[in-house]
């Protein structure tokens, strides 16, 4: 006869927080290429920029109004301009619209942004849970 004796430990809340530290880190470096990209795609110059294209920048504003947060209990990470900083004018180049009395055509640089990173995201997540 063979006696044989097992035990089992659960460590489930153990795999939980590794994932959502996993997670959480993952989604701070998505928040951060989206943005640094979006950043990169904002040219200074004098000269409005086409239709089309994203948006000219006289001081920096714009670009550096460019920020990202986390929600941890949420798990979401949200991208785009800081509205106390550059206030609707961003909404208005993004989407097209009207700011101070001026029409302003479309000339989205946050979508166009998340489209050129959209490849990379899961590689973000890839190994991100760790023992």
Known sequence: MIGVSVQTKDETKRV???SQQGNFKSLGHAGATIRLVARRSIRRRKKASPAGQPPST???QLRGAIIYDVERSKSVVVIGPDHAKV??????????GRY???RYPQRPFMGPALEQVRDRLPQLWANSVQA
Do not use: D
């Open 16 to 18: 939980q927080a590794k």
């Open 58 to 60: 006289r001081k920096g």
């Open 87 to 96: 206030g609707k004018s961003a909404s208005a180049h993004e989407h097209g």
């Open 100 to 102: 101070k009395r001026e």
